[in-house]
């Protein structure tokens, strides 16, 4: 295992992270007890110490679980965890990125935590009704008091993220150190803005859903039942042939296809910190196989090749030869961009 910066900031995480949604069984689905400690202490020995929960995972069990499986240790974890998501039915207000949410919905989290402060704290995705100031400011404070180190926001769109970094470094306020979002060889959207934008930014990306709900482990292909629906876009026949095309791979490299699949991920130019979970023990340290070797070039090709996206405006709009044109009089071949 090695050890990577969480973006902008100066702490330092393990080059994967655990997701820790499958630990406990009210959903109907993932691990009990026995099994998520398994799952865990599998990842703490091969070296990990980035841990992610939330406050709506499998009804609060997780955040107790983690709690108990790291307190004996717990300066040594970086632990993060979410807010946003309802923590009662019928009520608006036990939900949401608002203060009066983000606070309660804190302190509950430390209560099941078992904890005094939070490492890294997520918004969970973006509400679209609070406005940016409330949930910078709100978010500022709970750091001032000690109850969170970092702060991190997932599922949002990059113009958000972006208004809301400025608006906290122009106020001299916490910003955004982390990115959360799903990306894998079946979604690759992020490429558009939101990956630009991490990098730019230097926010740490975590992403998640890099085996693409199971489907780029080839299981689908071998007739396997899951979660996923048969009209899912994960079991579309474009995603068939991008799951053949991670089987193939992952078959000349004497690796799993979930291993590929994970690694791909991590294959770019900035700090990439794949969230891995598993229901069972074996699933993790399957998944763990994925920093034990680097995707060749040519493999890395065909992944790219067999799963591309079109950009869309204004991306294509700009790269074309005739913009080029305009824009660089001619001369766009003889510009040696360093930022390019």
């Not at 050890?3 to 900031?9: A, D, H, I």
Request: aromatic share 10%; glycine share 8%.
């Amino acid at each position: 295992m090695r050890y990577q910066l969480l973006g902008r900031s100066g702490l330092r995480v393990s080059e994967v992270c655990l997701g820790t949604m499958t630990f406990g069984k009210e959903w109907g689905w993932g691990a009990d007890k026995h099994e998520s400690f398994k799952i865990f202490e599998t990842f703490a020995n091969a070296g990990g110490n980035f841990i992610d929960t939330a406050n709506r995972y499998t009804e609060g069990s997780s955040e107790k679980y983690v709690g108990e499986f790291i307190e004996s240790d717990r300066d040594h974890w970086v632990l993060a965890t979410k807010f946003t998501l309802k923590d009662r039915n019928d009520d608006l207000n036990f939900a949401g990125n608002h203060r009066k949410n983000m606070i309660r919905s804190v302190a509950s989290s430390l209560k099941r935590l078992n904890t005094e402060y939070i490492d890294l704290l997520w918004v969970h995705m973006w509400d679209n009704t609070t406005p940016v100031e409330e949930v910078m400011r709100g978010l500022d404070d709970l750091v001032s008091r000690g109850m969170v180190h970092y702060i991190g926001i997932s599922d949002t769109p990059a113009w958000i993220v972006s208004q809301a970094n400025t608006i906290a470094d122009f106020r001299g306020w916490n910003a955004f150190a982390a990115i959360q979002f799903e990306y894998s060889l079946l979604q690759r959207t992020p490429e558009r803005d939101l990956i630009p934008m991490a990098k730019a930014l230097d926010l740490a990306v975590t992403p998640w859903g890099a085996i693409g709900g199971g489907a780029l482990t080839g299981k689908y292909l071998r007739g396997e039942k899951g979660r996923v629906p048969d009209n899912s876009v994960r079991r579309s026949e474009h995603s068939s042939i991008i799951a053949q095309t991670v089987v193939d791979v992952a078959n000349d490299l004497g690796v799993t296809p979930a291993q590929v699949a994970i690694n791909w991920t991590r294959h770019r130019d900035q700090v990439m910190i794949p969230i891995i979970g598993a229901s069972k023990d074996t699933q993790m340290k399957d998944s763990l196989g994925c920093l034990d070797f680097q995707i060749p070039q040519e493999a890395l090709n065909k992944l790219n090749e067999v799963s591309k996206i079109e950009l869309g405006f204004p991306h294509e709009f700009l790269k074309s030869d005739g913009v080029k044109e305009e824009a660089f009089g001619g001369l766009f071949e003889k510009l040696d961009n360093h930022r390019g």
